[in-house]
């Protein structure tokens, strides 16, 4: 079940607490930028109650009290624990950025840390990210936001799977059964196929099914073109004489017919030989049906803030994520920089992750700092660990929606004493003589 | 804590003051009356200067989605342009569109305090904002881009009355923290997205059938009657095509009396005279701007070298994308609010085309007389990058240096314009005008751009120079609010800067028709779309503007 729904929870909060209902709250975890979630809050227990599967587990906290700062593994005060971060970031030649899973506030102070001690920056949902912005950046593309999905798109094609599993809410969100410019809408699922929920919620709309398997998506997105650009099946030497081929070229007089066409692909989803293949070919697409009438790519990412991450280093350095800062300078390169290549010449790993419990990445060269989610789970101790507030949970903050345009503001939703990692840097950064 | 600048030649038209020998003094920020010396106050010799106030920027798009976007696509700009030498302050790089910080630095270099993002879309002002708290040293402010908005488009179609035009327009700019009004392409970019082409003054658009014509009227009256300091900022129809002076004609015309902004102008001043159908318009525009007083217009000057253009006019880029430079370009439909279209180009000395496009350029800026409704821009990084404008400056003020630079240009442009003719030079005084004393009026910014007592301590001393790029392109000293930010070029600290915004009382029953638009169509709340003022500029909250219905 993946719809909104209140959940039934009868946990109880602190002895005596008063609980507080708060709704319309904005979702930073998967996205799409939901802002109709309600939970109620116990002293320090947050329950949901309006939220998909993923925002309910990330929004749950319990009434105990956080860990504290730990510096190798015992626990310390806040200040000694900046300190001892401070110092291993100064003794370290190649330190290695990694999670940036943060609001923009964080982010920014994870750059200011950056500028200062020397270090690569990387999300680590950033794979996608970068099999689009292999086109995006190469060739460029005409993209929709979120509004324009819903308001106006006739015919949705969806490239790969149902991604109703990575986002819970997405056709609930993109295409409600009302909308502003369009009566009807038909639903194209070039790939593997609706899942059985995708079907039901679909119901009001024409389902079209392009089963195509996943390592032949490049090329029935090549046949798509070809059919869309007028030429025939002839040049793919058999391949598209069956039935992908006549189900190809329907859809293509179905593209040509529509008002505006909506392609959309989660490119971290996609089978990875080919993923960048996927992701050029389906803007190529776009462009050619732009010739004569509208489409536009909307291209689902931007977990945990990947997108914001993305933003701020654009508008800090000039590049996106995986670049490197080292003192002087600052270089992209997108090779050298993802954070498990980095992590082979790094002496130094810091990872920041504040939306959720994720261990940091396999790292034994050198120190590991972690200005973590309270749950975390370390597979070894990391030299510093500092529990930092959720955005959304234990502070407000700011967040980028997947595609890119806008920004929602998170709510605070209790105080449990966890600092945001945007102060925990700007600390870190202010300590002397590191 | 006092600071004195003395022994310079000051130039502020505002107040009255052309080369007059006066001491300035700030005293906490700001400028107070001339006193007595004291004790203890930071004396500026400025001998051999010349003193203006800070520069003003009214159109230049320096924050915000469509510039970060840019970012991404022209990665040969960054590349191209690293990191300045000397000690690393992050401030990253770029020319065509630097980094926010750089954006900063390099503006404050010039002696530039101010500087406005002309087309900020409602959906991507938090954007827009985040990214202006990020620019040290400048002060900044969005104007909100209305007129392909679907909100306003269907009240407009619907027959609502002016009252409820305009308390959605007030509801709009305090909900985007805005500080003017912007339209761009009225109803165009909307016609785009039902696949119409092209949109002139009379058209009626696909869907809502509106004009623009009509779109512009009902926004000029909206803004007039909201009291907002600032006109309606057009970025009118078809820019870019030949011919379309008789567009930008018809729109001046169709101001009736209100006041309005036409935007880089040079980009609407195009003819198809002569045997390839591209033919300069700036003497017409120039004569129509010089007979309606109301009317002021920012220039767009276009100067050779790598660029990228960015711009809320999807219908336009599109347009143009076959020309882009390098061969790539991005495109996005936004949120039923506008569009964007990032096209990397590159203006040749070789291109007949773009010759003339920079002679008329100059034209404009010498044939229209009233140098309080003209604004020097580029519109950055459209037309060129701001840090050509010392270039610009001398090529206003330099009759033999702009005749050298004409002379380059082929037979074609020189037979197709009538810039070589011209004899006009700018002279100081009217530089202080076009770079910070008549935009700080057309603003209503009431304390920046002049140096009288009252305006804020933004002040610049330029060493006296006949090469007039040099002068202007390394200032002696620039103060920010009384502190000293540069000094001979060079940036010797950073400070916050302050974002304007505007807020124009509304009917508070629009928050209810606001709440079920944004929960209908959009899907999104509208509280969360609303913009909190601690949410400017690292919770110090904006200047506001007044309005005066």
């Known amino acids: 079940m993946t719809e909104p729904a209140a959940i039934d929870d009868t946990t109880e909060g602190a002895a005596g607490a008063a609980t507080r209902r708060l709704t319309d709250l904005a979702c930073g975890f998967c996205g799409l930028g939901c802002d109709d979630l309600e939970v109620a809050v116990t002293g320090r227990a947050v329950r949901p109650r309006t939220a998909c599967p993923e925002a309910a587990v990330l929004l749950r906290r319990g009434p105990g009290p956080p860990p504290g700062p730990r510096v190798e593994g015992r626990e310390v005060p806040l200040a000694q624990a900046v300190s001892a971060a401070a110092r291993h970031l100064a003794a370290s030649r190649a330190a290695v950025f990694s999670g940036l899973g943060t609001d923009v506030d964080g982010l920014r ?45 006739d015919v949705l094609v969806v490239i790969g799977a149902d991604p109703r599993r990575a986002y819970g809410r997405f056709f609930e969100r993109a295409v409600p059964p009302e909308a502003l410019f369009t009566d009807d809408r038909t639903m194209v699922f070039l790939g593997s196929g609706p899942e059985a929920a995708t079907r039901d919620q679909l119901a009001g709309h024409r389902l079209i099914e ?111 994520l995986r ?88 709510e605070k939703l209790r105080d449990a004493g966890l600092p945001r990692l945007a102060d925990v840097a700007a600390a870190i950064r202010a300590e002397d003589g590191a | 804590m006092r600071v004195r600048v003395t022994n310079g030649r000051v130039f502020d038209p505002a107040s009255g003051w052309v080369d007059a020998a006066r001491d300035v003094l700030i005293a906490d920020g700001r400028i107070v009356a001339d006193d007595l010396p004291q004790p203890g106050e930071t004396v500026y010799d400025a001998a051999g200067g010349v003193v203006m106030a800070g520069g003003i920027d009214l159109h230049s798009h320096i924050a915000g989605g469509k510039v970060n976007l840019g970012r991404l696509l022209m990665s040969e700009d960054r590349r191209a342009h690293p990191e300045p030498f000397g000690d690393f302050c992050g401030c990253g790089g770029g020319r065509a569109l630097p980094t926010a910080h750089a954006t900063g630095c390099l503006y404050s270099q010039m002696g530039y305090t101010a500087v406005f993002e002309p087309a900020m879309l409602g959906a991507n002002a938090r954007h827009a904002h ?87 009227g009902a926004l000029q009256q909206a803004v007039t009657e909201l009291g907002l300091p600032h006109p309606i900022h057009l970025h009118g129809c078809n820019l870019g095509v030949p011919g379309n002076i008789d567009t930008t004609l018809a729109t001046i015309a169709a101001a009736e009396g209100f006041a309005l902004h036409l935007a880089h102008v040079q980009f609407h001043a195009y003819g198809q005279e002569g045997d390839r159908r591209f033919s300069s318009g700036a003497a017409a525009l120039a004569a129509a701007v010089n007979a309606h007083p109301h009317v002021s217009v920012d220039v767009g000057q276009v100067m050779f070298g790598q660029t990228v253009t960015a711009s809320a006019d999807l219908m336009a880029q599109y347009r143009n994308h076959r020309h882009a430079s390098p061969g790539k370009w991005a495109g996005m439909d936004i949120e039923c609010d506008a569009a964007c279209g990032v096209v990397p180009f590159r203006y040749r000395d070789t291109s007949f085309v773009h010759g003339l496009q920079w002679a008329i350029g100059l034209e404009l800026f010498l044939l229209i007389d009233d140098p309080w409704r003209v604004f020097l821009t ?66 209503g910014l009431a304390d920046r751009g002049h140096l009288a007592p009252g305006g804020v301590g933004d002040l610049v001393v330029y060493a006296e ?55 209908e169509a959009i899907g999104l709340k509208a509280k969360h779309f609303r913009i909190a003022d601690h949410e400017i500029r690292g919770g110090r909250g904006p200047i506001r503007l007044e309005c005066r219905p």
């Open chain 2, 130 to 216: 985040l990214e202006m708290a990020d620019i040290p040293n400048i002060d900044t402010g969005g104007y909100l881009v209305l007129g392909n908005d679907d909100a306003f488009l269907q009240l407009l179609a619907q027959g609502e009355g002016q009252d409820a035009l305009n308390d959605y327009v007030a509801w709009m700019i305090k909900a985007t923290q805005s500080c003017a009004v912007k339209l761009v392409n009225p109803g165009g970019i909307s016609a785009f997205k039902f696949n119409g082409r092209s949109l002139d003054l009379d058209e009626e658009g696909p869907y809502y059938g509106l004009t623009p014509r009509r779109i512009l």
């Open chain 2, 378 to 443: 580029t519109d950055h990084p459209n037309g060129a990058p701001f840090t050509t404008y010392p270039h610009l400056i001398r090529l206003l003020m330099d009759k033999p240096f702009r005749d050298a630079h004409l002379a380059r240009l082929g037979p074609a442009v020189r037979a197709h314009t009538g810039l070589g003719e011209i004899r006009r030079e700018y002279t100081l005084e009217e530089i202080a005008i076009v770079t910070r004393a008549a935009p700080a009026r057309a603003l």
């Open chain 2, 465 to 519: 120079d006949s090469d007039r790029e040099a002068m202007f392109a390394a200032p002696r000293l620039v103060l920010k609010n009384g502190r000293e930010v540069v000094r001979d070029g060079a940036i010797v600290a950073l400070q916050a800067g302050s974002t304007f915004a505007a807020a124009p009382p509304c009917d508070p029953q629009m928050d209810a028709r606001m709440a079920r638009w944004f929960d």
């Open chain 1, 323 to 410: 670049t490197l800062v080292d003192g002087r300078a600052s270089r992209h390169a997108p090779d050298l920089y993802a954070t498990a290549v980095a992590l082979r010449d790094a002496d130094l790993l810091l990872h920041a992750d504040s939306f959720r419990p994720r261990p940091p990445p396999a790292f034994s060269a050198g120190p590991v700092i972690a200005l973590a989610h309270p749950a975390t789970e370390f597979a070894r101790e990391p030299e510093v660990f500092i529990p930092v507030g959720t955005p959304g949970v234990d502070h407000a903050g700011t967040v980028f929606r997947m595609d890119g345009i806008v920004c929602l503001p998170l």
């Open chain 1, 109 to 153: 102070g994870l750059a200011d840390l950056a500028v200062r001690f020397g270090a690569s920056l990387d999300h680590a949902g950033s794979e996608g990210l970068f099999r689009n912005l292999d086109t995006l950046q190469r060739t460029g593309w005409i993209a929709a936001t979120l509004a324009e999905l819903r308001t106006r798109c």
């Open chain 1, 210 to 320: 392009v089963p195509v398997v996943p390592g032949f998506l490049g090329e029935a997105l090549a046949g798509l073109e070809a059919f869309l650009r007028g030429r025939g099946a002839a040049e793919f030497a058999g391949a598209l004489d069956g039935a992908l081929g006549a189900d190809l070229a329907e859809l293509a007089e179905l593209l040509r017919a529509a008002r505006y066409a909506v392609f959309v692909w989660d490119a971290a989803d996609l089978p990875a030989p080919q993923a960048e293949e996927v992701v050029h070919r389906a803007a190529a697409i776009v462009a050619q049906l732009n010739r004569a009438g509208r489409a536009a790519v909307f291209p689902l990412g931007g977990r945990d803030n990947v997108v914001g991450a993305n933003q701020v280093m654009l508008w800090r350095f000039g590049h996106p």
